[in-house]
């Protein structure tokens, strides 16, 4: 157990030490509102929502029309 004990101290150490720094981010990420950049990151995601969105949208209504024409027939109802 005591032999553990200096690599464990070190351990929080370093991560004391490299936890401390200051993150700089770019000014897409920061969210410079402005920037050209940034306009097209968000043109970007709302592309990508509209693009999933209607993709699940198709398979909902795929998912009801396969519900609706697996119903059960009434009894002396036929379907043409």
Not at 10 to 38: E, H, K, N, W
Not at 42 to 64: C, K, P, R
């Amino acid at each position: 157990m005591s032999k553990r004990i200096p690599y464990v101290l070190a351990v929080v150490f370093f991560l004391f030490i490299v936890g401390r720094t200051t993150a700089i981010s770019c000014p897409v990420c920061f969210g410079a509102l402005d920037d050209p950049a940034t306009n097209g990151m968000n043109y970007a995601i709302f592309t990508l929502l509209g693009v999933t969105g209607s993709v699940l949208a198709g398979f909902v209504s795929f998912a009801l029309r396969l519900r609706r024409l697996s119903r059960p027939v009434a009894p002396g109802k036929e379907e043409a």
